[in-house]
């Protein structure tokens, strides 16, 4: 579960709001067996979670598409985990500073040390929440097709993984960058990563 999790970029928090559901796609970050995500302290599904409601928080990659020789057998590759838990308020300033970074260092490596930290305002308008990853589900599914024997006999279709991976582009300066900026270490090496 740890894996899927922290091969992760965006995770969906799931819940209630008056009694009809709500799904936020969010960053996030995991510390231990805490999962930490963060939002505006104005967004409605994060003040309702807030509250101690239970909540669904899913992460999930897919890696490829199994074509099989019969349509019932197409799939997909994949790595998911699913956390079951009442959401914590994070108020605390010193262990939201830590679930901010580690929400950081999640989506952008490096970045905490790199850019100036949030201020007081900044930490007042954001929401962190922390929910236990306690009661947790993992799904993994790899591998080729599981074709019937007949169809694999006939030989009448093409059968296999197409697989799927992410990577990184090239940084692109933002425009009001002053001439000279070079890309950050932290950055740059980024884009090589699969």
């Not at 998911?80 to 010193?94: E, K, T």
Request: proline fraction near 6%; hydrophobic fraction near 40%; aromatic fraction near 6%.
């Amino acid at each position: 579960m740890h894996a899927a999790l922290d091969a992760g970029l965006i995770c969906h928090l799931g819940l209630l709001v008056d009694g009809s559901p709500r799904v936020v796609p969010t960053g996030y970050g995991r510390s231990d067996d805490t999962l930490y995500v963060h939002g505006s302290t104005g967004a409605r599904s994060l003040r309702e979670a807030a509250e101690g409601v239970e909540v669904c928080v899913t992460v999930t990659h897919l890696d490829g598409i199994v074509y099989a020789r019969s349509l019932f057998h197409h799939s997909v590759n994949f790595r998911s985990a699913m956390i079951h838990g009442r959401a914590r308020n994070v108020v605390d300033d010193d262990e939201k500073l830590r679930a901010l970074r580690v929400i950081t260092e999640q989506l952008a490596p490096g970045s905490w040390d790199h850019a100036r930290q949030p201020n007081k305002r900044e930490l007042a308008a954001t929401a962190v929440l922390a929910v236990d990853l306690a009661e947790a589900a993992v799904k993994v599914r790899s591998g080729g097709p599981s074709d019937d024997t007949e169809d694999v006999e006939a030989g009448k279709a093409w059968a296999g993984v197409l697989p799927l991976r992410m990577h990184w582009g090239a940084p692109e300066s933002a425009p009001d960058l002053p001439a000279g900026f070079e890309v950050p270490r932290h950055v740059g090496e980024r884009q090589y990563r699969p």
